[in-house]
């Protein structure tokens, strides 16, 4: 049988256990006390248990002064604690705020909130609502017609009349007749500025064939001086010189372009390279009949003097103020020129060899009037889908001019595409604090870097050819409506429509930049500007909240 245990001596094992434990105030009880050495002595003497006496009960349950102190600190310390993550929790959002107030309240206009979807029964500008506004003799309305493309787009049957209105060619208000003259004139103005690249560009090419000739007749760059063309001083006057258009090169002279040359008829026939004298001197008419009386030059022959071919090499003499450093750019320009146009869109069934040239005829155009900006690779990229709304030069090149007067700031020597990928940033931060946390772990990748391309070009290579034109409507029409930096917020719906394969499968920015370019032209361009339009309510919310 087991033994029995007296209650008494198992209070005190009890006892003893909670000793045993060391509990902080124990260890302040001195060991040596009589009430302890006379309690031990009994116990070890006679064998028997005393019991504890109340006041043995007490002291132990009473911490000492230490241990209060103790507890006292660490309450405190979780007091200060709680008060520090409450400051800090409101210190971040006061930086939240100051985010929203400095850099995102200037995004989006002020006022009403933009409603993520219509308001209106008009969901996209439809062809028949259209009709309703241009039966008159004037589109007017604009409010409405901007919202209806905000949310929806343009019907594809009227985008030829619509974005002419959108790039800011036609006014709203103009007349019909008034319409005409406009492009009347700009027709007129654009032949004009294609048959001067297109005089420059002959010459070229005729120095680039006697060039060739030289080398081939005497083995070097340069033939014997005796044999160079000869030098036809005509003066130019002073009144023709005011009226030339000053084509600026960046750090080249001051000094401008002449719209027409002087040249030499060269005989091909002679491989000796001897001159012929020139002909007499007829008057050179140009497509402004102003320059008719100002201007002589050597006729080249009776064939277009814009098409020679190399059998017709000629040399000419510029002006002695002529800047050489001039022609070379205007070359270099068309050279690049030359190389994107045949690269771009290859595959897309428009441009076919006819409609490439049109495209290149853009191009050189709007470069030789802005030849201070030159061609940069991509601007082909923004005439393409222009060209393929309106099939038409001289509406193409006055549309793509407007247009650039904005994009032009995306490309080397602009800052836009500083400022398009700091907003990036802010709304990231503001909008997805756990997607900025993401790229922030993983390489502080927070630069955005990887939407360098989609902010360039509005998002032409992202998008399939028809989505291209529903995000370019939209991003034009959400300049009326609601915010000037339209694409920042399609920037993050970009985003935001795989923003659950990014975090979960915590991508570095190869890997983003890689999974982007293999989804180019694979996007639901209606869910981005969906998200988009959006994250715009989002915002417009959060600063009146504020």
Not at 34 to 49: E, F, L
Not at 306 to 328: F, M, Q, T
Not at 401 to 409: A, D, F, G, R, S
Not at 497 to 506: E, G
Request: proline share 5%.
């Amino acid at each position: 049988m087991h033994e029995l245990i007296d209650p008494r001596r198992l209070s005190l094992l009890s006892f003893e256990s909670i000793r045993s434990l060391r509990l902080p105030w124990s260890s302040s009880v001195p060991t040596d006390s009589p009430t302890h050495s006379s309690h031990a002595s009994h116990t070890s003497n006679t064998g028997s248990y005393d019991p504890p006496t109340q006041s043995h009960i007490e002291q132990a349950k009473k911490p000492p002064l230490q241990t209060r102190d103790s507890l006292q600190r660490l309450c405190t310390t979780m007091k200060l604690q709680i008060v520090s993550r409450a400051f800090y929790g409101w210190l971040a959002h006061c930086r939240h705020l100051k985010t929203v107030r400095e850099h995102l309240s200037g995004l989006v206009y002020n006022g009403e909130a933009t409603l993520p979807t219509p308001p209106h029964n008009n969901k996209y500008l439809s062809t028949k609502f259209w009709k309703s506004l241009s039966d008159s003799d004037m589109v007017s309305r604009q409010s409405e017609i901007y919202s209806s493309i905000y949310y929806g787009g343009v019907s594809p049957q009227i985008r030829k009349q619509v974005w002419p209105y959108l790039l800011d060619h036609y006014k709203f208000g103009m007349s019909k007749e008034d319409k005409k003259k406009l492009d009347a004139t700009s027709a007129n103005l654009y032949e004009k500025t294609k048959f001067d690249w297109q005089s420059v560009e002959s010459v070229l090419q005729q120095r680039e064939a006697l060039l060739k000739a030289n080398i081939k007749a005497y083995g070097n760059l340069r033939p014997p001086h005796d044999l160079l063309p000869p030098t036809l001083d005509l003066p130019i006057p002073d009144n023709f010189r005011k009226r030339l258009i000053d084509r600026q090169v960046s750090n080249l002279s001051n000094e401008v372009f002449l719209d027409s040359v002087i040249v030499a008829e060269i005989n091909t026939n002679n491989v000796s390279g001897t001159v012929k004298p020139p002909p007499p001197l007829t008057k050179w008419h140009t497509v402004d009949s102003n320059y008719h009386e100002d201007f002589c030059a050597v006729k080249v022959s009776s064939r277009n003097p814009l098409r020679s071919s190399s059998a017709d090499a000629v040399d000419g003499k510029l002006d002695p103020n002529y800047n050489e450093k001039i022609l070379e750019e205007v070359k270099l320009n068309l050279h690049r020129i030359d190389k994107d146009v045949h690269r771009c869109d290859r595959n897309y069934w428009y441009f076919t060899e006819n409609n490439l040239k049109k495209l290149r005829n853009v191009m050189c155009t709007y470069v030789w009037k802005n030849l201070d900006v030159g061609y940069i690779q991509g601007m082909c990229d923004l005439v393409a889908p222009l060209l393929v709304i309106f099939d038409d030069e001289s509406l193409t090149y006055s549309c793509f001019c407007n247009l650039m007067k904005k994009m032009v700031e995306n490309f080397p020597g602009g800052t836009a595409m500083d400022n398009h990928l700091a907003n990036m940033r802010s709304l990231v931060m503001v909008l997805d604090p756990e997607l900025y946390d993401l790229l922030h772990l993983n390489g502080d990748y927070t630069h955005f870097f990887f939407c360098y391309r989609w902010l360039l070009l509005d998002f032409k290579r992202e998008m399939c050819y028809e989505d291209v034109f529903l995000v370019w409507e939209s991003i034009w029409a959400a300049k009326h409506v609601c915010s000037d930096n339209y694409v920042a917020f399609i920037g993050l719906a970009m985003m935001e429509a795989y923003r659950d394969i990014l975090i979960d499968n915590a991508m570095e920015m190869v890997e983003i930049i890689k999974f982007f370019n293999e989804m180019a032209e694979k996007h639901n361009a209606r869910e981005v500007l969906s998200i988009a339009r959006d994250l715009v309510f989002r915002l417009q919310t959060l600063i009146e909240n504020k």
